[in-house]
């Protein structure tokens, strides 16, 4: 995960559908004036559904923490997701389709992972699971980090 | 004849019986409890009035995250339990692109460019002939 500090832009809590609709709102106004192409935006907007999903869902609800980051030329949304729910037993499992121990199709947390550029998962069981994504606006192509 | 199903959350979504078809037109962002509170009001509209296909319009939607997947896989296959075929028209070009990295290509899901091919496509008068029985479904 790229070590960079950015200005907190916002943390939204998610304890209901209804602030899965304001994470997915939020996500496309700052990827939109962070000057994201349309599937980018659409992507990104998908990913924090996915995992604000997962939060409320799986981690018995929690927040996300928006950041955005600016290296050089490059400009980045940084989504932070944290709860403090029964945590992810076994991390690799969960990442791979079809694992689910939801109602959903299991395409969560892998799925998530396939739409952003960058990608980190810390989940200790009985403490919580955070998840961190990154996504760079287009500009010098960068390779897919998967850090854990 | 119009009957808007009304979501817990207060979006409306607007229900249109077009002859034997039944037009659900979504919009903006819909709720999790709004999308499911569709999915049962769909099966009972199938099975009270001779409903022989339904079209879900998705052009006015900008993101079908896996959990709004999953409600048109099960609205297509309570439909289909119930006689009628279901058909997803009007996808965002953005939306199949992340979808399918997403993971979710939803196999057995009929799709169509917009409302007006989905309607064709279910007509009784339209041809077998361009569309194959043997491609329109997969278990």
Not at chain 2, 7 to 17: A, D, E, R, Y
Request: charged content about 20%; proline content about 5%; aromatic content about 4%.
């Amino acid at each position: 995960m790229t070590d960079t500090s950015g200005r907190v832009t916002a943390c939204l809590p998610i304890r209901s559908d209804m602030d899965l609709a304001w994470v997915r709102q939020h996500v496309r106004q700052a990827a939109a004036q962070l000057g994201f192409g349309l599937v980018d935006q659409t992507k990104l907007v998908t990913a924090a559904s996915e995992l604000a999903r997962n939060t409320l869902v799986h981690g018995g609800g929690g927040q996300v923490e928006s950041t955005v980051l600016e290296t050089g030329a490059a400009r980045g949304l940084r989504l932070a997701f944290s709860d403090q729910g029964p945590g992810i037993p076994d991390i690799e499992r969960a990442l791979g389709d079809g694992y689910t121990s939801g109602g959903g199709l299991g395409l969560g947390l892998g799925g998530a992972r396939r739409l952003v550029h960058e990608f980190s998962i810390d989940s200790r069981p009985g403490e919580g699971t955070a998840v961190t994504v990154i996504c760079w606006t287009a500009g010098a192509p960068r390779p897919r980090e998967e850090s854990r | 004849m119009s009957a808007p199903i009304a979501g817990s959350s207060g979006t409306q979504v607007p229900v249109l019986k077009l002859g034997t078809v039944l037009l659900v037109t979504l919009q903006g962002d819909l709720y999790d409890e709004a999308a499911e509170q569709l999915q049962r009001n769909i099966g009972e509209a199938i099975a009270a009035s001779s409903v022989t296909g339904v079209v879900i319009d998705i052009s006015g939607v900008e993101i079908v995250d896996s959990f709004l997947g999953r409600v048109f896989a099960e609205v297509a296959a309570h439909a289909k339990l119930l006689a009628a075929q279901t058909v997803v028209a009007g996808m965002r070009p953005a939306v199949a692109i992340t979808l399918v990295e997403l993971g979710l290509t939803l196999p057995g899901l009929r799709t169509a460019l917009n409302a007006e091919e989905a309607m064709r496509l279910l007509s009784p008068a339209s041809t077998p002939l361009h569309h194959s029985p043997a491609r329109q479904e997969s278990p």
